[in-house]
Each structure stands twice: as C-alpha cells, then as structure tokens.
C-alpha cells in the first residue's frame, strides 16, 4: 500500500471513492452524515489538493482510503481548550478520512491515521487535532484507541448536518 500525496488529475477518482463510502457504508447517514453534493464536495476536495494537503491510499491501483492533513486550525478550532500549547501554524488538523467500504475494518483507518500523525511529525507540529460529529461513534472509539484525547464539544452548523454536536480531539506530538 502507498500513501501517495493527490495531483489533480486524481480529482474524480477520489470523488468516486467518497460517492462509494456514502453509497455502501452502512449508517453513513447516522454516523458521518456525508451526502453527495453536501460533504465531501468536489469544491473542498479541489481546494485540498491544490494545497497539497490530500493524501490518497492505494492498494495496487485501487484507491482505498483518503484524507486531508491541513497546517492550520480554522476559527471553530480556536475556541476550544486544547491541552497542548500552540500556535495556529504549530498544529496539523485531520479532516475528511475515508475509506473504500471493502477496505473497512481491515485496519486501514488505523493505517490513514498514522500516516497523519508522521505527515504532522515531519512537518515539526505539536499536535495533529481533529472532530467528529457526536453521532459518529465509531470513529470517536478509533481515536480514542489512537491515543487521542478529548477537549471539547461545540454545537455547529454545516450544510451536510445542520446544527449539530461536533466533540474535538487531540494528540499531543510531544514537540
């Protein structure tokens, strides 16, 4: 398997890769609340490889797994109370990680979170933070299995949940 750093010329492919998850994943409507057309968006995951922070999986030729590792927090981060000290530059955020419903279970989110932790390593950040919608417990049970720790819950709007319960999480690089 090859994490692999996506190019623009990978766009419809990762779009076809986030349209499986929503289409086969069962509870996806529960869990992440992703919808086509609403989250991911083609627009989000255009501006996430022209910033050339969207990392794709391969097994082989077949796309796997995807996810964004950006270098900054965005407003909604800044008013949480992290436990690590840092600075907006100092801190990678994990954002969008999908994997190709016959990959799941196979350890391959576990596989995509590391990788975002050497990829924030490597990058000299103190923490990698990220969030999950309340409703998405499995993957609050994944990263509280990764080590990550819980600092907060904030209720916010997005076009794919409405208002909703997002809890925040962070994992301390020790930087």
């Known amino acids: 398997m090859n994490l692999l750093k996506a ?30 057309g609403l989250h991911p968006t083609e627009k989000m995951i255009r501006e996430y490889i022209e910033m050339n922070a969207l990392y794709i999986l391969k097994d082989n030729s077949n796309l796997i797994g995807a996810m964004a590792v950006t ?3 965005d407003t909604q981060y800044q008013t949480i109370e992290w436990k690590v000290s ?3 530059n100092e801190v990678a955020v994990l954002h969008i990680l999908g994997v190709h419903p016959s ?42 299995k990764k080590r990550f720790v819980y600092c907060g819950t904030l209720n916010l709007y997005a076009e794919n949940t409405g208002y909703t319960d997002f809890l925040f999480y962070e994992y301390s690089l020790g930087m």
């Open 71 to 73: 270098s900054d927090d």
């Open 103 to 144: 990959y799941q279970k196979k350890g391959i989110g576990d596989r995509l979170i590391d990788e975002a932790l050497r990829i924030a390593k490597d990058t000299k950040k103190k923490a990698l933070r990220l969030n999950a919608l309340a409703s998405n417990t499995p993957a609050q049970k994944l990263y509280v």
């Open 7 to 36: 190019r623009i010329d990978d766009l419809n492919a990762v779009m076809n890769l986030y349209n499986e998850i929503i289409d086969q994943t069962e509870n996806i409507d529960v869990y992440a609340r992703w919808k086509k």
């Open 86 to 88: 840092a600075k907006e």
